[in-house]
């Protein structure tokens, strides 16, 4: 099931610095969206540490289990502009070269041997690491290895040096690692993995492959999911055509090219464009004229507005319900586990898409949250009060802010809590019965079998 990728609108209104819960006033206009900005941030081009909300808890409480979601780092496009010259962008990782990394040399070094790990399938027969002088189509760049480098370090300063959540004698059971097929979604797994694990062992590193981007594994035949992605691809569609100054944009990029609107189109033209933009490239000229930054902003703009509606028509939230729940199922169930003293699979980590993580946010009620900016991560934190073990907490971040009172199960607990975090059973609940009730239904399986009213 592939959506087409429309982009970010504001971020989760937080300040990273403030451990107080800024809730974002819902009265106030928001700010002009300002594309050129927007861009820049879903590149997400690695400078300073960031500073993050991640494991932040009353002193008294312990960290017992934590599941990452991520975005695979920043990549090649998926498709090229007919009749230019592709973005000249070099995928062999080179350590002397910006944006670079301290571990870049040794995690090189280090993917070269891996030949002990257990890899599902095809998984064994993908790249360890992008190698290629020209990159080729989807492939993970050097920035992207390096934003999954930062990610893993950060996570490991907070999860292993503060909290130790995985011994110093750890095994491969502590891990639950997943990647989908892709050579972009493995390499972002093991980067992030690299600067994380206390140390990398490929004995200990099991990668199992999930064949769906929407990690329904076993569960994915859903024919009312499918229904929603249709209508929401109709809405995509019909905002498209309404918008006067898109279609003068493609009309002119068309004469640049010299190939017909329709064609243009279809080639998806905002992914080779956003490599162009977030490498510093000049975007592509022909002997009738460039494209340029005005092009670029139009487009833009276009699927900042997409995101706009997409949040408003519910369309989208319907299909996010039935195609996050088998993830969100599999999720809570490992949290139980957890909760009722399991030490196994402590630490989870799916290397998956925006397809992914999009929807997730989407269902999960997370309507203020940007559209997942290369190299994005999700984190679930499970935390057991330390003045009463049985009791069970989440906290839910996204890049970092803490987001778990904007979920639509969490919301009204924040009014009446003194701790900074959600009940277990306000996940559990929303996921095993609350998901349901928008279709009037009380399982998965009536859910997206039941035809829309």
């Given amino acids: 099931v592939h959506l087409i990728p429309v982009n970010p609108v504001r971020e989760d209104g937080l300040n990273p610095k403030s451990r107080k819960r800024i809730m974002p006033d819902l009265l106030t206009e928001p700010p002009a969206i300002d594309p050129v900005y927007e861009a820049h941030v879903y590149c997400n081009i690695p400078t300073v540490a960031e500073r993050s909300m991640e494991g932040h808890a009353p002193h008294y409480f312990k960290l017992v289990s934590v599941q990452v979601l991520i975005r695979h780092g920043d990549r090649y496009p998926l498709y090229a502009i007919p009749k230019t010259k592709r973005p000249d962008i070099d995928c062999m990782l080179m350590p002397s070269r910006k944006p670079s990394h301290p571990q870049l040399e040794a995690f090189i070094k280090h993917m070269s041997k891996g030949s002990a790990a257990q890899m599902d399938g095809s998984l064994s027969s993908l790249p360890r690491f992008p ?67 206390p140390d990398f062992d490929w004995k200990k590193i099991n990668m199992r492959h999930q064949w769906s981007t929407i990690f329904c594994s076993v569960s994915c035949d859903c024919p009312m999911r499918n229904h929603y992605l249709e209508e929401e691809q109709h809405r995509q569609y019909s905002l498209r055509v309404k918008n006067n100054d898109l279609e003068k944009i493609y009309v002119d990029m068309a004469k640049i090219v010299g190939i017909p609107t329709r064609q243009l189109r279809a080639s998806n033209p905002v992914d080779s464009l956003l490599c162009s933009f977030c490498h510093n490239v000049s975007f592509p000229c022909t002997k009738a004229g460039c494209i340029d930054m005005e092009h670029f902003k139009v487009i833009k703009r276009h699927q900042l507005e997409d995101e706009r509606e997409r949040q408003e028509k519910k369309l989208y939230f319907l299909y996010a319900l039935l195609a996050t729940h088998p993830l969100l199922n599999q999720t809570v169930n490992r949290l139980q586990r957890i909760a009722e003293g399991k030490k196994e699979e402590v630490f989870v980590l799916y290397s998956a898409h925006d397809v992914t993580l999009s929807p997730v946010l989407s269902a999960l009620g997370i309507t203020e949250a940007r559209f997942p900016r290369f190299a994005a991560r999700l984190v679930f934190e499970l935390w057991q009060d330390g003045k009463r073990p049985k009791e069970h907490f989440i906290r839910i971040l996204y890049n970092g802010a803490d987001v778990t009172f904007q979920t639509s199960f969490c919301k009204d607990h924040y009014k009446h809590s003194s701790k900074p975090m959600c009940p277990l059973e306000k996940f559990v609940n929303f996921v095993k019965r609350d998901m349901f009730l928008i279709f009037n239904s009380t399982s998965y399986y009536d859910a997206c079998h039941r035809r829309a009213l």
């Fill in 131 to 197: 190698s290629h002088s020209l990159c080729e189509m989807g492939e993970l760049t050097q920035t992207g290895v390096v934003q999954h480098l930062q990610n893993g370090q950060l996570l490991r300063e907070i999860y292993i040096n503060k909290h130790k959540l995985l011994p110093g004698d750890w095994t491969a059971k502590q891990l639950y690692l997943e990647t989908t097929g892709k050579s972009r979604t493995l390499q972002s797994a093991l980067a992030l993995l690299y600067t994380f694990l």
